[in-house]
């Protein structure tokens, strides 16, 4: 979140209000921002825009710099052209998957694309999680999203559950223990990278 403020405030915020004061920031300005921006930018980063400014004036309000924040009920209109996403059948992903060289990247995209599980469900498992012929699986944490994560437990006890590994998926889990050194502990990450830690959610968007 913090990270978000950071890119909007940097890269639209303060090219709009440069040296304005919050106190004299009017409606009317708020507004020209937006309408600067629709067709430039889609309505996603627009309403980070208008959520950002709204935050920094009703903290100005809260620390009485001014009486109201004039960034309330500011409409942001859908795109004209909504983005579309490209939908590959498993089969086909599998199938182009195959084809890499074999990665923890790669195997970590096979299992996601063989079983229902979460990104960060799968990002977090560990070689302990695993029954003793990798037949079955017990998800009970998920990895956090920090560049050295951590575990967390699932939210709800719905969430934490066992499940049995197709044979393509447990497949998958064999080849990326055969990856490990032999003195390999039930605490080591499924997919370690080789540095002790998982994929990152950008490495897997890159890759």
């Given at each position: ?77 859908r795109d004209a052209q909504p983005r579309t996403h490209d939908m590959v059948d498993p089969r086909k ?46 998800i009970s944490e998920s990895a956090t999203r920090d560049m050295v994560p951590a575990r967390k437990a ?20 064999l080849e990326a223990v055969q990856r490990h050194a032999d003195g390999r502990l039930p605490s080591t ?19």
């Amino acid at each position: 979140t913090v990270k978000r403020y950071e890119v909007v405030i940097n890269n639209h915020l303060n090219n709009h209000f440069k040296n304005i004061l919050l106190a004299d920031i009017r409606r009317s300005d708020i507004e020209a921002l937006v309408s600067s921006a629709q067709g430039r930018v889609r309505s996603a980063t627009i309403r980070h825009m208008v959520a950002t400014i709204s935050s920094v004036l009703s903290s100005a309000v809260d620390d009485g710099v001014i009486a109201r924040s004039p960034a309330t009920r500011i409409a942001v209109a859908r795109d004209a052209q909504p983005r579309t996403h490209d939908m590959v059948d498993p089969r086909k992903m599998l199938e182009l998957l195959e084809r890499q060289t074999p990665s923890p990247c790669r195997d970590l995209l096979k299992l996601l694309t063989v079983i229902p599980l979460r990104l960060n469900e799968v990002r977090g498992l560990r070689l302990g999680d695993f029954t003793n012929d990798y037949a079955e699986v017990h998800i009970s944490e998920s990895a956090t999203r920090d560049m050295v994560p951590a575990r967390k437990a699932l939210k709800t006890m719905s969430g934490r559950r066992s499940i049995v590994l197709p044979e393509p998926a447990r497949a998958v889990v064999l080849e990326a223990v055969q990856r490990h050194a032999d003195g390999r502990l039930p605490s080591t990450w499924l997919f370690d990278m080789g540095d002790g830690n998982p994929p990152t959610e950008g490495q897997l968007r890159y890759y």
